[in-house]
T-cell receptor, first 114, second 110 residues
Framework: EAGVAQSPRYKIIEKRQSVAFWCNPISGHATLYWYQQILGQGPKLLIQ????????DSQLPKDRFSAERLKGVDSTLKIQPAKLEDSAVYLC????????????FGSGTRLTVV | GIQVEQSPPDLILQEGANSTLRCNFSDSVNNLQWFHQNPWGQLINLFYIPSGTKQNGRLSATTVATERYSLLYISSSQTTDSGVYFCAVEPDSGTYKYIFGTGTRLKVLA
């Protein structure tokens, strides 16, 4: 079974630029999550999708962050414009529908904003 | 919201030693997971353990839900056990979203 795929692996941008991250979940997993992990901290949930609908985006800074999951499969997370404090690893995870089991993380995208 | 605290924050062990990592949570939870984040950043699930005790090889975990804590035991530690250990809790039934703790950074020396 293929795991959760994320790209790019690394990204360096200047502040005020925009950036996008891509995630392809495990086949058949209905629920998809984006987490932000700042160095030295635990992952923080940004947004949760069930199929292509948003379940929870209460922690997403909506003035600069946006996310979509077209057709209930792949997802993209965008930051525009980026700030220095957005430097972090962005992790995507997926799980089967209606269960908290089978939670699987991707390898993450490490973003550095300079 | 729920608070998830882990201790100790940092731990250095000699290979072969045993250790206990603790996770305290401030409210009742529906589920609890332990994860290992390896030095390359990959998060791997170790246990789903909302209550009771489970064992998998050299690792075991116990959750006492009524007292709001969970313990992860590592026996005969190996250098490959190095990394950060997180507990994560699902505060509300049916949300399937997890809140992560502060982590314990473990280094095992050869």
């Amino acid at each position: 079974e293929a795991g959760v795929a994320q790209s790019p692996r690394y990204k360096i941008i200047e502040k005020r630029q925009s950036v996008a991250f891509w995630c392809n979940p495990i086949s058949g997993h209905a629920t998809l999550y984006w987490y932000q992990q700042i160095l030295g901290q635990g992952p923080k949930l940004l947004i949760q999708f069930q199929n292509n609908g948003v379940v929870d985006d209460s922690q997403l800074p909506k003035d600069r962050f946006s996310a979509e999951r077209l057709k209930g499969v792949d997802s993209t997370l965008k930051i525009q414009p980026a700030k220095l404090e957005d430097s972090a690893v962005y992790l995507c995870a997926s799980s089967p529908r209606d269960t908290a089991y089978g939670y699987t993380f991707g390898s993450g995208t490490r973003l550095t904003v300079v | 919201g729920i608070q998830v605290e882990q201790s100790p924050p940092d731990l250095i062990l000699q290979e072969g030693a045993n250790s206990t990592l603790r996770c305290n949570f401030s409210d009742s939870v529906n589920n609890l997971q332990w994860f290992h984040q390896n030095p390359w950043g990959q998060l791997i699930n170790l246990f789903y353990i909302p209550s009771g005790t489970k064992q998998n090889g050299r690792l075991s975990a116990t959750t006492v839900a009524t007292e709001r804590y969970s313990l992860l035991y590592i026996s005969s530690s190996q250098t490959t056990d190095s990394g950060v250990y997180f507990c994560a809790v699902e505060p509300d039934s049916g949300t399937y979203k997890y809140i992560f703790g502060t982590g314990t950074r473990l280094k095992v020396l050869a």
